[in-house]
């Protein structure tokens, strides 16, 4: 059964029933949470989000827990996951459109961006694809004491578990999905409950891929529900890898839970990120990549953002200029094309924005706002705040707002720069490209960019670490794939030769 949801906006977007896969067999989810989904866009509920009963999240890890004792997956080639892992790409390409018009629907974030980040769900089965036949889990063997090969063996380490955010939800799931499948690994997916409806799509499709090439139901699963169904699978024995992004709290969770059982573990949990504009920038192109980095993905994205570090001698002008480009923002349904802003994704993370804002403003924080909002829907104009010591703004807000600092000094602007727990993202923004780039080798961040603010990573090979607070492990390409891996080393010593036994 599905669902048509009718916007104010020139579109409609057909909503898919919310089901599990589990051992093969597809079916709606039975149970329900304490919370409403919504049309952001309206600020209208839908219907309770879902979740998966006990007895299917039980049977899920067992069918798991089977396929990888058996090895009907692990023991496939690499070159024949790659085919697999194709096939699925191919099917997402034939959906892109409905994922995209999808994401924005739940996510709020505007159609034009959502299409652009929605390559990256077929785009990541490919990758991974590309990554197996390249060898990206054979290593060259190396020649031991004996003169005999020393192989070194990627495996996989067991079932696996995906556990995505609401933000960009169907993107992260393709790349954590296709790597796990790629090491081998059978698969978990569970959804973010605020936002499940292009995951659940892309679950659905890669599950009937997998199905009709013959593929076991406990290779890939996907379990619907909140804090309740991640905990019972993360907590399980039989989960030996977890990938997660989220929110801090619910990150020191699972991270206290794969310590118990000593799973692979690779956490992802956002940024409080700075932009240092250095005293010789253009204050246009500042005004432009402050705007940019504040109101991407409608400023909820781990990279978003977080503090605006200006030299004092131009920090008005730069703040000016990107008040008025705030208010050349269309604000409206993100599914219309025309719209450069959308609604934060549920009431209840408007509710817990409006009080960001509110604390800040308690802190001596003067409020900048310049984006008209249409008169219904959890929109928020986007904020640059005033006024705050640097010491009373560094936990991540996760929305289109940001403290502005000022700096006389680039001892100081490090320090502002590196003035939180946190450590994703850092980005400078400065004529001399040289300059730029010496101060950004001492931000305390996994990557920096130098006069750069786009969603994308400055190369597709590099990885993307987190330091701190904000993760545990490195993403990327390969990084992911190998995430779900142990390394078995196999070879003849020889000693018994050598000596004469």
Same mark, same amino acid.
């Given at each position: 059964?599905?669902?048509?949801?009718?916007?104010?906006?020139?579109?409609?977007?057909?909503?898919?029933?919310?089901?599990?896969?589990?051992?093969?067999?597809?079916?709606?989810?039975?149970?329900?949470?304490?919370?409403?989904?919504?049309?952001?866009?309206?600020?209208?509920?839908? *219907?309770?989000?879902?979740?998966?009963?006990?007895?299917? $999240?039980?049977?899920?890890?067992?069918?798991?827990?089977?396929?990888? %004792?058996?090895?009907?997956?692990?023991?496939?080639?690499?070159?024949?996951?790659?085919?697999?892992?194709?096939?699925?790409?191919?099917?997402?390409?034939?959906?892109?459109?409905?994922?995209?018009?999808?994401?924005?629907?739940?996510?709020?974030?505007?159609?034009?961006?959502?299409?652009?980040?929605?390559?990256?769900?077929?785009?990541?089965?490919?990758?991974?694809?590309?990554?197996?036949?390249?060898?990206?889990?054979?290593?060259?063997?190396?020649?031991?004491?004996?003169?005999?090969?020393?192989?070194?063996?990627?495996?996989?380490?067991?079932?696996?578990?995906?556990?995505?955010?609401?933000?960009?939800?169907?993107?992260?799931?393709?790349?954590?999905?296709?790597?796990?499948?790629?090491?081998?690994?059978?698969?978990?997916?569970?959804?973010?409950?605020?936002?499940?409806?292009?995951?659940?799509?892309?679950?659905?499709?890669?599950?009937? $891929?997998?199905?009709?090439?013959?593929?076991? *139901?406990?290779?890939?699963?996907?379990?619907?529900?909140?804090?309740?169904?991640?905990?019972?699978?993360?907590?399980?024995?039989?989960?030996?890898?977890?990938?997660?992004?989220?929110?801090?709290?619910?990150?020191?969770?699972?991270?206290?839970?794969?310590?118990?059982?000593?799973?692979?573990?690779?956490?992802?949990?956002?940024?409080?990120?700075?932009?240092?504009?250095?005293?010789?920038?253009?204050?246009?192109?500042?005004?432009?990549?402050?705007?940019?980095?504040? %109101?991407?993905?409608?400023?909820?994205?781990?990279?978003?953002?977080?503090?605006?570090?200006?030299?004092?001698?131009?920090?008005?002008?730069?703040?000016?200029?990107?008040?008025?480009?705030?208010?050349?923002?269309?604000?409206?349904?993100?599914?219309?094309?025309?719209?450069?802003?959308?609604?934060?994704?549920?009431?209840?993370?408007?509710?817990?924005?409006?009080?960001?804002?509110?604390?800040?403003?308690?802190?001596?924080?003067?409020?900048?706002?310049?984006?008209?909002?249409?008169?219904?829907?959890?929109?928020?104009?986007?904020?640059?705040?005033?006024?705050?010591?640097?010491?009373?703004?560094?936990?991540?807000?996760?929305?289109?707002?940001?403290?502005?600092?000022?700096?006389?000094?680039?001892?100081?602007?490090?320090?502002?720069?590196?003035?939180?727990?946190?450590?994703?993202?850092?980005?400078?923004?400065? =004529?001399? %490209?040289?300059?730029?780039?010496?101060?950004?080798?001492?931000?305390?961040?996994?990557?920096?960019?130098?006069? *750069?603010?786009?969603?994308?990573?400055?190369?597709?090979?590099?990885?993307?670490?987190?330091?701190?607070?904000?993760?545990?492990?490195?993403?990327? =390409?390969?990084?992911?794939?190998?995430?779900?891996?142990?390394?078995?080393?196999? *070879?003849?010593?020889?000693?018994?030769?050598?000596?004469?036994?």
């Amino acid at each position: 059964m599905t669902s048509t949801a009718d916007t104010a906006g020139p579109a409609a977007v057909t909503l898919p029933e919310l089901v599990e896969v589990v051992a093969g067999e597809v079916a709606p989810a039975t149970g329900t949470l304490d919370l409403y989904l919504e049309d952001p866009s309206r600020a209208v509920r839908l *219907g309770p989000a879902v979740e998966s009963a006990p007895e299917s $999240v039980e049977r899920a890890l067992r069918a798991a827990d089977a396929a990888h %004792t058996t090895g009907t997956w692990s023991s496939t080639s690499p070159a024949e996951r790659a085919d697999l892992l194709d096939a699925v790409a191919t099917a997402l390409e034939a959906r892109q459109p409905e994922l995209a018009a999808l994401e924005a629907f739940a996510t709020g974030v505007p159609v034009r961006q959502t299409s652009i980040v929605g390559m990256i769900v077929p785009g990541a089965f490919r990758l991974a694809a590309e990554m197996l036949r390249s060898g990206a889990l054979v290593e060259a063997p190396v020649t031991g004491a004996s003169g005999q090969p020393v192989e070194v063996l990627r495996l996989p380490v067991g079932p696996a578990v995906c556990l995505v955010p609401w933000n960009a939800p169907a993107p992260m799931a393709a790349h954590k999905v296709a790597s796990a499948l790629a090491a081998g690994c059978p698969t978990i997916l569970k959804p973010s409950e605020y936002a499940p409806y292009a995951t659940t799509l892309l679950g659905t499709t890669v599950a009937e $891929v997998l199905r009709d090439a013959g593929v076991d *139901g406990g290779v890939f699963q996907l379990l619907q529900g909140g804090p309740r169904v991640g905990g019972s699978v993360v907590t399980d024995p039989r989960i030996r890898a977890v990938s997660f992004t989220g929110g801090a709290a619910g990150g020191r969770a699972v991270a206290v839970a794969c310590a118990e059982n000593l799973s692979a573990l690779q956490l992802e949990l956002g940024g409080n990120n700075p932009l240092v504009v250095m005293p010789d920038a253009d204050p246009e192109v500042a005004a432009r990549a402050a705007v940019d980095l504040l %109101t991407t993905l409608n400023g909820q994205w781990c990279r978003a953002l977080g503090r605006l570090v200006l030299p004092e001698a131009s920090a008005d002008a730069i703040m000016a200029l990107a008040l008025e480009r705030l208010a050349a923002l269309k604000a409206g349904d993100p599914l219309d094309e025309s719209s450069d802003l959308g609604p934060i994704v549920h009431s209840v993370h408007l509710a817990r924005l409006e009080g960001a804002l509110a604390s800040l403003k308690a802190a001596g924080g003067e409020i900048h706002r310049a984006t008209t909002l249409p008169d219904a829907g959890n929109y928020l104009a986007p904020a640059l705040v005033t006024g705050v010591a640097p010491e009373d703004a560094v936990e991540e807000v996760f929305g289109p707002i940001a403290t502005v600092h000022t700096y006389a000094d680039e001892a100081e602007a490090l320090a502002i720069a590196n003035g939180t727990a946190y450590g994703l993202e850092g980005y400078v923004v400065g =004529t001399d %490209t040289e300059r730029a780039l010496a101060f950004a080798r001492r931000v305390r961040a996994g990557e920096v960019k130098v006069n *750069g603010s786009s969603i994308m990573s400055l190369h597709l090979m590099t990885p993307r670490p987190a330091w701190g607070m904000s993760g545990l492990g490195e993403e990327g =390409t390969i990084e992911t794939i190998r995430c779900f891996t142990g390394a078995r080393v196999v *070879g003849v010593e020889g000693s018994f030769a050598l000596h004469g036994r």
